[in-house]
């Protein structure tokens, strides 16, 4: 199945630069470009792409009043959208629109690469999975599904579902996935509120875990216990965080 793409930037190259990478990513075909905000809302509601590569700063509208603008003017569904731009400070905002991927250039290629992966797995669950219902937490707001930060001069965006543990470290937090770690200057007890307690669980002062990567608990010599992870990790337990998984277990 073919993804359609525009492509949306003021400069002569670095659409050019754009339309070379998707050169070589035979599923996505880019179906038109544009060089303004208004040449971009009428080729969106035109050609109804699956995906759009946003660049922050248009001449006569930022990308934000664009995607507010296909927003308020019927446009059906808006596309995937990964912004690229060479400012990081709109990184939030975009995140706030569930962008999903936001590239500061002058990108790389692999960069661009892991942008695009992730937004071809959004279009593909989106098209093939019904409509789901956020988790709600117990103040009705609901909880995030993605975390953003800023790592190694790279804007991510990074979905919790692809988190397997978390760490504190001093006034951080250390994210840990299946392939890499990133530093956060954030509290465990912030992030903690923030994430759907039915996947991820305290089982230390500085230790949460997602319940899905979660192999077995397993007591120790010393009559502790700890956390077995797929991977083969082991998180320690503390005793005081010991009933919240037994609860867990027992629902």
Not at 3 to 8: C, M
Not at 104 to 123: M, N, S, V, Y
Not at 241 to 247: C, D, F, G, L, T
Request: neutral net charge.
């Amino acid at each position: 199945m073919m993804v359609q793409a525009v492509v949306a930037d003021d400069e002569v190259l670095a659409r050019q630069k754009l339309r070379q990478l998707l050169r070589e990513i035979p599923e996505i075909e880019v179906v038109g470009e544009s060089a303004t905000a208004a040449e971009t809302i009428d080729l969106v509601r035109a050609t109804k792409p699956d995906l759009l590569f946003l660049d922050v700063r248009m001449p006569d509208m930022d990308g934000f009043d664009i995607v507010d603008a296909l927003t308020c003017t019927g446009c059906p569904s808006l596309p995937c959208i990964i912004f690229t731009t060479a400012y990081d400070r709109y990184a939030l905002r975009a995140f706030e629109i569930n962008a999903v991927d936001y590239l500061l250039k002058p990108f790389t290629q692999d960069r661009f690469r892991a942008a695009t992966e992730r937004a071809l797995q959004h279009i593909h669950s989106k098209k093939h999975d019904p409509p789901s219902v956020a988790p709600k937490g117990s103040n009705g707001k609901d909880y995030t599904t993605r975390i953003v930060f800023k790592s190694k001069g790279r804007i991510i965006f990074m979905p919790v579902s692809e988190i397997l543990w978390i760490g504190a470290e001093e006034n951080y937090v250390r994210i840990c996935t299946q392939s890499e770690t990133h530093l956060l200057r954030e509290t465990m007890a912030h992030l903690e509120q923030k994430l759907d307690p039915s996947v991820f669980l305290r089982v230390h002062r500085s230790s949460i875990v997602n319940l899905q990567y979660v192999k077995e608990v397993r007591p120790e010599i010393d009559g502790e216990y700890g956390v077995l992870l797929h991977n083969g990790q082991k998180i320690s337990m503390s005793r005081s965080y010991r009933s919240r998984i037994k609860s867990w277990l027992e629902r």
